[in-house]
């Protein structure tokens, strides 16, 4: 069964880097975009990007560029969202989400979604 | 950049009930009438990962109950439950796949009166 498995937490302080991993399984890694979404406390989910695992391209929101970076690993069907430094409004739960497509088309839908990981920032 | 605007933000109902979420696109996410429109339907639970309802509007995904659906074209969806069940308490929302950047709507809270 299609699975995608996050870490559980990680607690950063303000300025420094989280680099949150997206294992997935049960069906083929490069057959499907990556997507991550936010949820800061007690807040609605904000999209953050995707990437192309086949191809490794990639497309951030704005409010993100700069500073977050999503790479896929191939040979161990692993995503990666990295976002550098961190600020305490960067404190949520971040999801990845399988597309419904192997690239970006419009229409795709998120029909499988990791469990979560809460980033904590804070001095 | 599309927004997407929810309402009610919260709505409280009772067992069996039949309720309305709206959800508008400030332009349009319909390319055709024939090909549909760029409009998903998730539920989240506390604690929990979103899970998809319904895609391109109208289309219920595999495993999801047949007293949800899903109408609208152009800017203007509902999400309709037609007798609400003790799992349906939830928060739920729409996202537009049109173009990137994605975006959700705030969330409605359907909770129990």
């Known amino acids: 069964q299609v699975q995608l498995v996050q870490s559980v937490a990680e607690v950063k302080r303000p300025g420094a880097s989280v680099k949150v991993p997206c294992k997935t399984s049960?069906?083929?890694?490069?057959?499907?975009?990556i997507h991550w979404v936010r949820q800061a406390p007690g807040q609605g989910l904000e999209w953050m990007g995707w990437i192309t695992p086949n191809t490794g391209g990639t497309d951030y929101a704005r409010k993100f560029q700069g500073r977050v970076t999503m790479t896929a690993d191939t040979s161990m069907n692993t995503a990666y969202m990295e976002l550098n430094r961190l600020r305490s409004d960067d404190t949520a739960v971040y999801f990845c989400?399988?597309?419904?497509?192997?690239?970006?088309?419009?229409?795709?839908?998120?029909?499988?979604w990791g469990q979560g990981t809460l980033v904590t920032v804070s001095s | 950049d599309i927004q997407m605007t929810q309402s009610p933000s919260s709505l409280s109902a009772s067992v069996g009930d039949r309720v309305t979420i709206s959800c508008r696109a400030s332009q349009s996410i319909t390319i055709h009438q024939s090909i549909g429109s760029y409009l998903n339907w998730y539920q989240q639970k506390p604690g929990k990962a979103p899970r998809l309802l319904i895609y391109a509007a109208s289309t219920l995904q595999s495993g999801v109950p047949s007293r949800f659906s899903g109408s609208g074209s152009g800017t203007d969806f509902t999400l309709t439950i037609s007798g609400l069940q003790p799992e349906d308490f939830a928060t739920y929302y729409c996202q537009h796949s049109y173009n990137t950047p994605l975006a959700f709507g705030g969330g409605t809270k359907v909770e129990i009166k």
């Open positions: 989400a399988r597309s419904s497509s192997p690239q970006w088309e419009p229409g795709n839908y998120f029909d499988f």
């Open positions: 049960g069906y083929t890694f490069t057959g499907h975009q």
